[in-house]
């Protein structure tokens, strides 16, 4: 028998936060001489080809661990020139003036950043890397995702990455494990030492990348209101890129009321709105794809950021900053910090103390502070309802008819003191200026936010000028280009039973189930065959968003990592 | 058991070859794969060794970018690989082909099994296989859809119009696969971890993949590449571009699509 498949370090997945680590390890391991084996598990084909963001990003990690990243190739499609938040009603779009847009979301001087291209360039450059650096023994393993968690007792010693069957052609072991997971395995681990304080808030974010003939690079639009009005609390965005090439996306929490969200196609009625019309009307759509986004922020944080043998990092911890939409230089940070006290782990053979140093370095520093002073953020509409189910509606009514200022005075003075108390509260949460002094706030998960028969007021959308920019979402799978090796079947469903109450009830009240409204991708569907309803799904449209399993009501699916590197491919996204 | 598997680098189907001046292809300018047909030969192979022990070596004819697909044969699993490549191999037909195949399976040793694909996706041919039995003078057995090894013989099911036949041989024999027989298993871990540790470690690469020329393998150099070949290319034409009459409406909505599709389409048709 062959010896088993052994590593100092194990990478699951290569990730903006694994890559970061494992970057910043090798710089270190150059100047020390420390002797590291490490693996990087990757379970897309190609870099990046499982990665969605947005994204606008500050470039302070980027910089720390690439000092001539503006001239090294590392790829940028822009710096943001023009940030804008604006306010779209059905047919206006006012941008609000930059003296009151939080400071979180004044983006300028930040880089555009298509992150699956980041994702390739930074992990093709670690492995020439680790070629000149005779110590360090790089293995890259491309299309083999993590299946399972591998436990000594309780520690973690690595994990099965194939299925042959031999244990011993299966499993990848390591000292140490480093999940980048974004959560797809390393969920267990928060489940199995129960690390979860408060459920993690998710969000879907559904992104289109067009073609056009307009040149706005360097100009970005973050957006609230139209065409999600319901008080789900949702946002859109538009990135001018390089190439005359726009992305426009929207983001939508999964804790809403709402059992059919249907994201892909909010995201066309998005499009539909005359600004995006006008932006796309001589476009190609190149690609489309979508990911969840923890944005419960920092009461949603683990107990414990590492296990024995293993620590989380970037959106498996859920370090992302929803205030101002920016993962990706806290998940940097989170690998930037980790490489350090691994270097110093390794070196002295020593791994006690190390989850605690993790999770300390990583709230102390910016990660830490940002997370802590938008820890309330969420909490703010969450407690006052009415912010996002009827002062916004305001707003953006008024904003349709041209003096959207009137909006949110006329919503003040209908009550004016409960109001401006209101407001002031609510404003002092979202800003992070509560000063402390409230109890924690304590989440509900996404999946029991909903109600069944919840009737939101419709949202009148603007019938397209060019029809064609629109998509159904069979047509848009298409662009997120999902490829299956046969025999796959990768989320499972526990009890169809469970299924066939759900679809009753949904049917009784005129609607889908969540599962089919919410999936990003037309997997699930209702079949019919003798009398009875039942559900199943063509996973070769999968893209792997996981929002079926948050939305889930019943807790009956479960997403698993896929064989065979298969999946979608979103490279460009 | 000593198992042979032969695998050949074709253009990527969806790239673009160009044609040279002396009417060949040119197969440089074109994306690189591993034939197709090629990878149920490849299970074949794999799938002896894991049922019935030995070791596999897959050998490949094709300029030096072919290594490209024995670090893809060895990720899925084969113990070694002999690249033939030779500048005087250019532009060889099927007989020079076989031949110099042949010459390199006789000189990596005794063998039980060779395995090839059914054809190739650029020649098309289907006669390397059998010219190659032909050559090493042993039975062959075209179109195998699966098979045992029973006591020295290999008794294996061929597809047939209409059917299927079963046939029994001897070994040593040349088998060719059918594309209905079982698809690749998925490439290993430790065949992934050991084409980086041979892309690292010059020395042991070379033991592994070991590149011969045509002196190695003492072929006559007048039965390879042009001058062996018989078949003579007359004149290659260009008779336009497969798809070139074929407008491909992408990038739209089914109802963008369908109206891109009635501009183009010339009137008295869509009255039609
Ligand atoms: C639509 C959208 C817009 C966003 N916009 C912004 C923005 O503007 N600015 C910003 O800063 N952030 C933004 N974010 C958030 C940001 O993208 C994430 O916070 C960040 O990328 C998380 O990095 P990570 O290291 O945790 O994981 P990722 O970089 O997402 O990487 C996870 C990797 O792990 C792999 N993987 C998962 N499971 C396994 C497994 N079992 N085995 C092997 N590999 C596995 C995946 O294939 C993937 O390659 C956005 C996110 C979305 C979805
Ligand atoms: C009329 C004609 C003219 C041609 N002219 C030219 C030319 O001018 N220039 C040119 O470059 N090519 C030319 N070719 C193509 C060339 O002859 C074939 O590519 C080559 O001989 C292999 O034949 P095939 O591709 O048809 O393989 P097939 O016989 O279809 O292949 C069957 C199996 O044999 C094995 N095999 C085939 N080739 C190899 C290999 N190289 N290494 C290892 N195993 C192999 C594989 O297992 C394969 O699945 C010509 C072919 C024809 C028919
Ligand atoms: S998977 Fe969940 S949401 Fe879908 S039908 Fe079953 S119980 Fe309902
Ligand atoms: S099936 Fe689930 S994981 Fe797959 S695309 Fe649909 S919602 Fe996402």
């Known amino acids: 028998m062959q010896p088993a498949l052994r590593y100092d370090l194990l990478l699951v997945g290569a990730s903006t936060s694994n890559l970061t680590l494992a970057h910043r390890l090798l710089d270190l391991a150059k100047a020390s001489g420390q002797k590291l084996s490490i693996a990087l598990l990757e379970k897309s084909p190609q870099f990046g080809a499982h990665i969605v963001s947005g994204a606008i990003s500050d470039p302070h990690v980027i910089a720390k661990l690439f000092p001539d990243y503006l001239t090294n190739g590392f790829p940028i499609e822009a710096e943001v020139t023009n940030s804008h938040l604006s306010i779209l009603g059905a047919k206006e779009k006012w941008d609000l003036p930059h003296g009151i847009v939080p400071i979180g979301l004044r983006k300028e001087g930040q880089c555009i950043l298509t992150l699956s291209q980041v994702i390739r360039w930074m992990a093709e450059r670690l492995q020439a890397k680790a070629l000149e650096i005779p110590n360090v023994q790089l293995d890259v393993f491309l299309g083999f995702a993590a299946h399972s968690i591998l436990f000594e007792g309780d520690r973690v010693v690595g994990v099965k990455a194939s299925a042959t069957g031999d244990d011993n052609e299966d499993n990848l072991y390591a000292e140490y494990t480093c999940f980048g997971d974004k959560g797809f395995l390393s969920r267990d681990l928060l489940d199995r030492f129960e690390l979860r304080a408060n459920p993690q808030l998710w969000s879907v974010g559904v992104k289109e990348v067009w073609q056009t003939d307009v040149d706005y690079q360097g100009v970005i639009w973050h957006t609230l209101g139209y065409p999600i009005l319901d008080g789900t609390f949702s946002g859109g965005f538009v990135y001018g890129l390089a190439n005359k090439r726009i992305c426009v996306g929207l983001v939508i929490s999964l804790d809403s009321k709402d059992p059919n969200l249907n994201p892909q196609q909010r995201l066309q009625h998005f499009k539909a709105h005359p600004w995006l019309q006008e932006l796309l009307k001589n476009g190609k759509l190149v690609k489309y794809g979508a990911a969840t986004i923890p944005e419960g922020g920092y009461y949603s944080l683990p107990t414990k950021f590492a296990v024995e043998g293993a620590m989380l990092l970037g959106d498996a911890i859920g370090v992302l900053d929803a205030a101002s939409l920016s993962g990706v230089d806290k998940s940097m940070e989170t690998g930037y910090v980790a490489a350090g006290l691994l270097h110093d782990a390794f070196a002295k053979q020593n791994f006690v103390g190390l989850a605690g140093a993790y999770q300390k370095a990583v709230m102390e520093g910016f990660v830490g502070q940002a997370l802590h002073t938008s820890k309330d953020f969420r909490r703010a509409f969450l407690e006052n309802d009415r912010l996002l189910g009827e002062y916004l509606p305001a707003v953006c009514r008024s904003a349709d008819k041209g003096h959207p200022w009137l909006g949110s005075l006329s919503f003040g003075l209908s009550k004016p003191f409960q109001r401006v108390t209101e407001s002031i509260h609510a404003l002092s949460l979202i800003l992070g200026k509560s000063g402390g002094g409230l109890p924690p706030a304590s989440y509900t998960s996404c999946r029991e936010n909903i109600v069944p028969d919840f009737a939101p007021a419709p949202v009148a959308v603007m019938a397209p000028a060019k029809p064609e920019t629109i998509y159904s979402r069979s047509d848009a799978v298409f662009y997120a280009a999902p490829r299956y090796h046969e025999g796959n079947k990768h989320i499972e469903e526990f009890d169809p039973k469970v299924c066939q109450n759900c679809i009753t009830t949904y049917e009784r009240l005129g609607k889908t189930t969540p599962c089919i409204a919410d999936c990003t991708a037309e997997v699930h569907r209702i079949d019919i065959g003798a009398g009875v309803r039942t559900h199943g799904m063509s996973l070769e449209n999968c893209i792997q968003c996981r929002t079926c399993e948050i939305v889930c009501p019943q807790t009956n699916l479960r997403v698993n990592p896929t064989y065979e590197g298969s999946g979608p491919d979103f490279f460009g996204l | ?272």
Request: glycine content about 8%.
């Open chain 2, 1 to 272: 058991m000593n198992i042979f598997v032969l695998i050949k680098q074709v253009p990527d189907q969806g790239s673009k070859a160009g044609v040279n001046a002396d009417g060949t292809i040119d197969r440089a300018k074109a994306k690189r794969m591993l034939n197709p047909f090629d990878r149920f030969a490849l299970e074949a192979a794999l799938s002896t060794k894991r049922r019935y022990g030995g070791i596999v070596t897959a050998i490949t004819m094709g300029p030096p970018p072919a290594v490209e697909i024995l670090y893809e044969a060895i990720a899925h699993g084969v113990d070694g690989a002999i690249l033939l490549s030779d500048r005087r191999l250019a532009a060889s037909d099927t007989l020079a082909t076989a031949y110099a195949l042949s010459q390199t399976v006789r000189w990596a040793g005794a063998f039980d099994l060779v395995f090839c694909g059914l054809q190739t996706t650029d020649g098309d041919t289907a006669q390397v296989g059998p010219q190659l039995a032909e050559r090493l003078k042993v039975p062959q057995i075209t179109y195998c859809e699966s098979f045992e090894i029973i006591e020295g013989h290999i008794q294996a099911s061929r597809v047939i119009e209409g059917g299927t036949q079963t046939v029994k041989s001897p070994l040593p024999a040349v088998v060719t696969v059918a594309n209905s027989a079982e698809r690749l298993a998925y490439k290993t871990l430790r065949g992934a971890q050991r084409v980086q540790q041979l892309q690292r470690d010059e020395e042991a690469r070379k033991q592994v993949i070991r590149t011969v020329t045509l002196d190695d393998i003492e072929a006559v150099p007048d039965r390879c590449g042009l001058k062996g070949s018989p078949t003579i290319v007359a004149a290659t034409e260009k008779v336009g571009e497969i798809g070139g009459s074929c407008i491909i409406y992408q990038g739209r909505s089914i109802e963008g699509l369908v109206q891109d599709a009635l501009v183009a389409i010339p009137r008295e048709l869509v009255q039609a």
